[in-house]
């Protein structure tokens, strides 16, 4: 029976107008609801430094706005030419991160997402370069736009991976295009962005080149850019404390057999033997060339990812050699629905691992910070939707489907035909782009409604803890002083420590009022249900409050013993500034709890 025409349509069509409506959509929408804020603020905001003529002592000058710079000069030197309206017109004049207006944010974010929008363009041409036809190229460039992973890394997480990716492409294009020197040069522009490129540029310079000499040319070549940039920049110890002690680039070395004596890399180990088996590999024709490069290229992704920590957007890297070894597939349905997988596990991976950070939390960086006024946290989390304690398994699970990915386009596995259409799979195209981005998006907007309608964040003494106050047992009570903000409070959150463990007892929550030292409430909680290392919610019914008093949150406990009781982390605020401090066993401490109140404004 056929199949229904509007089903059809749906599944078999490419690339319709309900495709680029569909991407558009979400792509403004998480581009302006979501950011992880950090990297790219410290980035863009450091890049103000050329600007003000600071270019030989830019890492020294930006220690005393910004701390340390990590990265080339290459990042800095592209926001500071895209900065260049900021500065005339005056919103920022400095290197800065915190207090950067949305405005200027979105204008930081701007410009990856341009680059990653032209890296489409170039992976249609790469792909019209190795014969796919214009049609299918066409496929192939909006495939890498709706990559899940690749999608969650530029519009949601919203970094600069895009800048290195850009000019990887542009090197393997004409690396399929047999100019081995404009392969040379634009591999080693990428570099100056991210060190990634040289894992992928050794084995294809080796597959396509034997003699000796030669190799040592083009590897002078793709080395030339960074060592540059090190020539000129070396003499700084900002730079060099800065750029070669960054311990994120040495995750890919972490990874060892460990004997009594040493520890052998297994990344250093494998890739060398994926050097050596692409230079004795003999790829005669243009489509083996093609067929083995890319494989080459997958296999590396998993050394990378697969065998070594990384962060989330990082893993935009591999997008182009997932994809383009998808489209000369024979099975190119089942790679599209594998990719829906590894985003499923890369979404549970990442929530739970990088817990309160990359999650709900990006909307904070986004268009709805005011609206969410700290609230987004606080009440429901991705990690509590998609709570899994073992995140050894989900790491493991990942790292599996990252090999089968790269195993499995091998050439053996690949088409003989590089143009054969992937129309009738387009379907699959389409469920993994909305299925895979919906496995973030629709918890994350769970959230984010539950935290429009909870009471607002009046009070919170910072996140970042310093360390604990013991175990609360009948000796000793725990208590902070709150300066009230609000006309009433109705719950509050506490940073608490486990232990690792199971706690059997109970702890009683006292608010007092501290002038009269009147209980106006208590509440008794059973410990056993609290998180380990992290903020705990404890609610009791509202409490009427007078702005501008103060009030105790006093935690105690009757039967707890050192063995089985929690402790309540303090924060590493000083508590000089009048607005409350922390009590232990009734003596004033210089810090506060790890405390967050909530109520009515």
Request: some cysteine; hydrophobic content about 50%.
């Amino acid at each position: 029976m056929a199949k229904p025409m509007k089903f059809k349509s749906l599944t078999e069509k490419p690339l319709a107008v309900f495709d680029w409506v569909v991407f558009a959509f979400f792509a403004l929408l998480c581009f302006f609801s979501f950011e992880q804020g950090g990297d790219i603020l410290h980035t863009g905001g450091s890049s103000f430094a050329y600007l003000n003529g600071h270019i030989l002592d830019f890492y020294e000058y930006n220690t005393h706005f910004v701390g340390a710079n990590n990265y080339m000069p290459s990042s800095y030197i592209l926001f500071a030419i895209w900065n260049i309206p900021i500065k005339l017109l005056g919103i920022i004049t400095v290197p800065t991160v915190y207090n950067t207006p949305l405005v200027v944010e979105m204008w930081y974010k701007l410009l990856p997402t341009l680059f990653y929008m032209a890296s489409s363009y170039v992976m249609y041409l790469i792909a019209v370069t190795v014969g796919m036809g214009n049609k299918k190229a066409k496929l192939c460039a909006y495939a890498f736009l709706t990559m899940p992973i690749g999608f969650f890394s530029q519009f949601i997480f919203g970094q600069y991976d895009s800048f290195t990716v850009f000019f990887m492409l542009l090197g393997l294009l004409f690396f399929f295009r047999k100019d081995w020197i404009k392969f040379s040069i634009f591999f080693g522009i990428s570099l100056t962005f991210k060190y990634f490129p040289l894992m992928v540029f050794i084995p294809l310079l080796l597959l396509c080149e034997k003699r000796i000499l030669h190799i040592i040319k083009y590897c002078l070549i793709v080395i030339l850019p960074l060592a540059l940039e090190i020539l000129v920049y070396y003499p700084s110890s900002a730079f060099r404390s800065g750029v070669f002690g960054f311990g994120a680039s040495g995750y890919i070395f972490s990874v060892a057999f460990t004997t009594q004596y040493f520890s052998i890399s297994v990344f250093i180990v494998l890739w060398i033997v994926l050097a050596a088996a692409a230079y004795f590999q003999d790829a005669l024709t243009d489509a083996a060339v093609l067929k083995w490069s890319l494989f080459y290229g997958n296999i590396v992704t998993f050394l990378l990812f697969g065998l070594s920590m990384w962060h989330p957007q990082w893993l935009l890297f591999a997008v182009p050699f997932w994809i383009l070894g998808s489209f000369i597939s024979k099975k190119f349905d089942i790679f599209m629905i594998l990719e829906t997988l590894m985003m499923l596990f890369f979404i549970l991976f990442t929530v739970n691992f990088w817990i309160n950070h990359v999650d709900q939390q990006m909307f904070s960086w986004g268009i709805f910070r005011g609206l969410l006024d700290g609230r987004i946290n606080s009440f429901m989390t991705i990690r509590e939707i998609y709570r899994i304690h073992d995140i050894n398994l989900l790491y493991s699970i990942l790292s599996g489907l990252l090999l089968v990915n790269a195993i499995f386009k091998h050439p053996k596995f690949c088409s003989e035909i590089v143009s054969e259409p992937v129309d009738q799979h387009w379907g699959w195209t389409r469920f993994r782009f909305l299925g895979g981005i919906s496995i973030f998006l629709v918890p994350a907007f769970i959230c984010f409604f539950i935290a429009l309608k909870s009471p607002y964040l009046i009070y919170d003494t910072g996140s970042s803890a310093a360390g604990v106050t013991g175990v609360i047992v009948p000796e000793k009570a725990v208590a902070q002083v709150y300066t009230a903000k609000s006309k009433s409070i109705s719950c509050i959150q506490v940073d608490v420590g486990t232990y690792a463990r199971k706690n059997d007892t109970s702890i009683t929550l006292n608010i007092i009022d501290a002038e009269s030292k009147k209980t106006l409430s208590s509440t008794e909680i059973d410990t056993s249900k609290f998180v380990d290392n992290s903020y705990n919610l404890i609610k009791f019914d509202p409490v009427t409050t007078e702005v501008g008093k103060n009030y105790i949150f006093e935690f105690s406990s009757d039967n707890a013993v050192e063995s089985d009781g929690i402790t309540i982390y303090y924060s590493n605020t000083d508590s000089s500034d009048g607005n409350g401090y922390a009590l232990v066993s009734g003596v004033k401490q210089t810090y506060d709890l790890c405390i967050k109140v909530f109520g009515e404004k």
